[in-house]
């Protein structure tokens, strides 16, 4: 039996029977995993089934064809990886340090040219941190750039990382849910994540922001 992937995250009830039926009518014979989206520590099998329409929680939960999990998250500074879900992604140390730096920050970031020179000097920071920890020869970034220099530095590094995770072997659904997203338009642009990250790194190494 094939297995295919949904992620959700919330929604209303419509979007979630919609959602499954959908892969259903794809793909009859498989068996379907949800990954709901919230933290681990947080996940209950039970209210997570509570989420489905109640016909097609008798129809499908029922009988197992689907499987409720959290979707869990980890950055692996040590390891230089992502891990989604049991999928491992490699990321080079410019991603590494960009992924760190958005899950470091706690909220949305200003983007584009609303970047402050405080995230800024923080992404510079956590790179250079990311660099020591690795003991690698990378590149230094230059604290001193232009506004439009980080706009388009930064731009593409998410580009890099986006186009990466879109091409490993996570579901298309959970991929965007774990790409950075940049909201809003003009002066109103942030940079965010959907879904909570866990960091891992080895105790002797401090890679925060701090």
């Known amino acids: 039996m094939n297995t295919m992937f949904i992620a959700i995250r919330g929604g ?4 979630i029977e919609n959602s499954i039926s959908r892969v259903l009518a794809r793909y009859p014979r498989s068996q379907v995993w949800v990954f709901i989206v919230v933290p681990q520590s947080r996940f209950d099998a039970g209210s997570a089934s509570l989420a489905l329409p109640a016909p097609l929680r008798d129809k499908l939960v029922g009988n197992n064809a689907v499987q409720l999990t959290p979707l869990t998250v980890v950055l692996d500074l040590s390891a230089s990886e992502l891990v989604v879900g049991g999928i491992t992604i490699h990321l080079p140390y410019l991603e590494l340090a960009f992924y760190n730096w958005i899950v ?8 584009g040219k609303q970047l402050s020179d405080e995230a800024w000097n923080d992404f510079v920071r956590c790179y250079h941190k990311i660099r020591k920890m690795h003991y690698c ?3 230094k970034i230059c604290v001193n750039n232009t506004i439009d220099d980080r706009a388009h530095y930064l731009n593409k590094i998410l580009s890099t990382l986006k186009k990466r995770i879109s091409k490993s072997s996570l579901p298309p659904e959970v991929a965007s849910l774990v790409c950075p997203q940049v909201t809003g338009e003009y002066a109103q642009k942030e940079l965010t994540l959907l879904v909570e990250v866990e960091i ?7 890679v925060g922001l701090g």
């Open 137 to 139: 020869n990378c590149k």
């Open 104 to 111: 470091d920050n706690g909220r949305a970031i200003r983007w």
């Open 200 to 206: 891992r790194a080895a105790e002797r190494q401090d």
């Open 12 to 15: 209303a009830p419509q979007h």
